[in-house]
């Protein structure tokens, strides 16, 4: 039987569209209020997710780190995770917009190119390329669809993934 050829890094950028489509899909529906309301004890909320998944996901792996822009988020909240009430909504779209300018970036380098600014923060670890990156990226942002996907089933009721 012959091998299947598969282009793995189409295959990763389609999980990591997948999983923004999925974070986008389930605060869909919300408002203000609903996105800007904590509900946990540590006091997260949705639009807080959001816009750290924009600005210390998006924007700082792809436009930062690899791209080497450092000045992608001026005017920028110094922490993502605050967003102040009425901010809800912007949040959601400034997500969006993040995730637009990194497939910029994605689609126009190579997987194996190198990023252009590697912060002094992270020591010795290192991503050596942009597959590496996508990769990490894929993994945050998995993570945090879950933790949506729970915020939005406490918010009200809805789920994404029906367990029966």
Known sequence: MPRCRVDEFSLLTRGLDNQRAHILATVDGLGETQLTTPFSPSGWTPAGLLQHLAL??????????????????????????????????????????????????????????????????????????????????????????????????FIDGTQHSVIA
């Open 56 to 153: 210390d996901v998006e924007c700082y792996w792809f436009r930062m780190v690899f791209s080497g822009e450092d000045n992608a988020r001026d005017g920028d909240p110094e922490n993502a995770w605050d967003v102040a009430p009425g901010g809800g909504l912007a949040a959601v779209q400034r997500y969006r917009d993040e995730c637009a300018l990194a497939n910029v970036v994605i689609d126009s380098h190579a997987p194996d190119d190198e990023p252009m600014a590697w912060p002094d923060r992270w020591g010795n670890w290192r991503l050596a390329n942009l597959y590496q990156m996508v990769l990490h990226v894929l993994t945050e942002t998995s993570c945090h669809t879950g933790h949506m996907d729970i915020a939005r089933e």
